[in-house]
């Protein structure tokens, strides 16, 4: 072969090498809409359900889950996570006559084990956090209560929740531990409204959970007990048989249990479950 020719072929071979390169960068590129190239690998990582859901929480869970939705929304663009607070006994009653929910979270084990029972709760439901009784009283507790038994005077206007609500259900076991017959002036269908009888002086005392006292920024005191220790509640979450958006009330369960959510839960003073 000539100096020539060969010198042609050399310029073939590194045009069609260019050629080659060119193309093999061209095929891996992502197009600016998602195109050929697909998402970047950023993009993926990022991608999640979306839509919207309804969460029916417990009262005593208004503060952190109304603080964890905001920060979930935030997080994930396209996301609305709507919530329905009260008693969970109230709840249970709202899901198993229709109400449109996805998600539910109880302030107790007893009323998430009645939708299991039937059929309305989609899966095994997870436990997230524990809570235990605290007596709300007026700031600088003017009527020095320091314990249950005090609670028993005459001249103390208690208020608690009704028995079937979890933390009448709570109050009634440690009145077994402690040995008193506690005698209140109204029992309420959820221990938010317990609080707000305390925090606008309708009641002297309350019997809510610690984290309710903590939540109510100084508008009441809370004074501890030792036979709280005997009727610790457990919080179990879960997806609804019923849900609209199953997809996204799995991200959000999975949400209020993750590290993230626990850090929330324990500045409000909820326990680990």
């Known amino acids: 072969m000539t100096t020539h020719a060969r010198t042609r072929s050399a310029l ?44 029916f929480a417990a009262a005593s869970l ?107 259900a709570a109050t009634a076991k440690v009145e077994r531990a402690a040995g008193v017959d506690l005698r209140p002036v109204s029992e309420e269908q959820s221990v938010t409204d317990v609080l707000g009888k305390v925090e606008s002086g309708q009641a002297d005392a309350g019997l809510v959970y610690v984290t309710d006292v903590r939540g109510a920024d100084g508008k009441v005191d809370g004074v501890p007990f030792d036979a709280a220790a005997d009727a610790v509640n457990t919080y179990p979450i879960g997806v609804l048989r019923d849900a609209a958006n199953p997809s996204l009330a799995r991200a959000f369960t999975a949400y209020v249990r993750s590290a993230s959510g626990q850090k929330v839960l324990a500045a409000a003073g909820f326990g680990k479950p």
């Not at 061209?26 to 990582?45: C, E, I, K, L």
């Not at 028993?152 to 208690?158: A, G, R, V």
Request: glycine content about 12%; proline content about 7%; hydrophobic content about 40%.
């Open 12 to 55: 073939i071979a590194a045009a069609a090498c260019a050629i080659l390169v060119l193309a093999g960068c061209s095929t891996t590129a992502p197009s600016a809409n998602g195109g050929a190239g697909g998402p970047t690998t950023t993009g993926s990582a990022a991608a999640g359900p979306t839509g919207t859901i309804t969460v």
């Open 62 to 168: 208004q503060q952190t889950f109304t603080t964890l939705g905001k920060r979930y929304e935030a997080a994930h663009p396209g996301t609305t996570i709507s919530f329905s607070f009260a008693g969970s006994s109230d709840l249970v009653t709202q899901i198993q006559n229709g109400a449109p929910a996805d998600v539910f979270a109880s302030a107790d084990e007893a009323n998430m084990a009645k939708l299991e029972q039937t059929d309305l709760a989609a899966g095994s439901p997870k436990d997230f956090a524990t809570n235990v009784l605290e007596i709300a009283v007026a700031p600088g507790n003017p009527k020095r209560i320091g314990g249950l038994r005090d609670l028993t005077s005459s001249d103390i206007q208690l208020v608690t929740c009704a028995a079937p609500v979890p933390c009448g």
